[in-house]
């Protein structure tokens, strides 16, 4: 069986890679390819947000540096800034919530993971929540029935029944 990475997970790494390919002046005269730890820490906030199940995913070089990594599942984004000093800027916006979207800076990679975790298990909660029924009408349709003897049949295939070539 060979595994095959979603398409977007192609592209988005393929663009992470490609950051440190950018010219000199590539934003209207600014900008400089991105240096190599940039993207080393881009990759993994990428990989955590594929390991919380939020495989909708974008990646951004900025003109100073920097790498944005987005992340969207259903109303929601999310945007994790890796800054080229090494610490890193999330938020996290939902439609339809009023609230603040505040945009936590300065935060570590720990920080982030603890922020995408907590994210991540809120909208798996709500989505939880979207779901009204189960398929199963009602309760009499799970009522236990034992299994009855079966005949078994030998494999065809078994090694008892393949021919054995005898020692001459």
Same mark, same amino acid.
């Given at each position: 069986?060979?595994?095959?990475?979603?398409?977007?997970?192609?592209?988005?790494?393929?663009?992470?890679?490609?950051?440190?390919?950018?010219?000199?002046?590539?934003?209207?005269?600014?900008?400089?390819?991105?240096? !190599?730890?940039?993207? $080393?820490?881009?990759? /993994? %906030?990428?990989?955590?947000?594929?390991? #919380?199940?939020?495989?909708?995913?974008? *990646?951004?070089?900025?003109?100073?540096?920097?790498?944005?990594?987005? !992340?969207?599942?259903? $109303?929601?984004?999310? /945007? %994790?800034?890796?800054?080229?000093?090494? #610490?890193?800027?999330?938020?996290?916006? *939902?439609?339809?919530?009023?609230?603040?979207?505040?945009?936590?800076?300065?935060?570590?990679?720990?920080?982030?993971?603890?922020?995408?975790?907590?994210?991540?298990?809120?909208?798996?909660?709500?989505?939880?929540?979207?779901?009204?029924?189960?398929?199963?009408?009602?309760?009499?349709?799970?009522?236990?029935?034992?299994?009855?003897?079966?005949?078994?049949?030998?494999?065809?295939?078994?090694?008892?029944?393949?021919?054995?070539?005898?020692?001459?």
């Amino acid at each position: 069986m060979n595994f095959t990475a979603p398409p977007t997970y192609s592209r988005t790494r393929h663009k992470l890679a490609g950051f440190s390919d950018l010219q000199p002046g590539w934003h209207y005269g600014r900008g400089n390819p991105i240096a !190599a730890a940039v993207i $080393d820490r881009a990759v /993994g %906030v990428y990989k955590f947000l594929l390991l #919380t199940g939020l495989t909708r995913t974008d *990646a951004f070089a900025g003109a100073d540096g920097e790498i944005l990594v987005t !992340a969207y599942r259903g $109303d929601h984004y999310i /945007g %994790v800034t890796v800054e080229p000093d090494g #610490t890193f800027a999330l938020i996290h916006e *939902a439609a339809g919530d009023n609230s603040d979207n505040d945009l936590l800076d300065g935060l570590s990679f720990k920080d982030v993971r603890e922020h995408l975790t907590e994210i991540a298990n809120s909208i798996w909660r709500t989505s939880d929540l979207s779901i009204r029924t189960t398929s199963t009408p009602h309760s009499d349709v799970l009522a236990i029935s034992l299994s009855s003897d079966h005949l078994t049949v030998g494999c065809l295939y078994s090694s008892l029944n393949v021919p054995r070539r005898l020692a001459a």
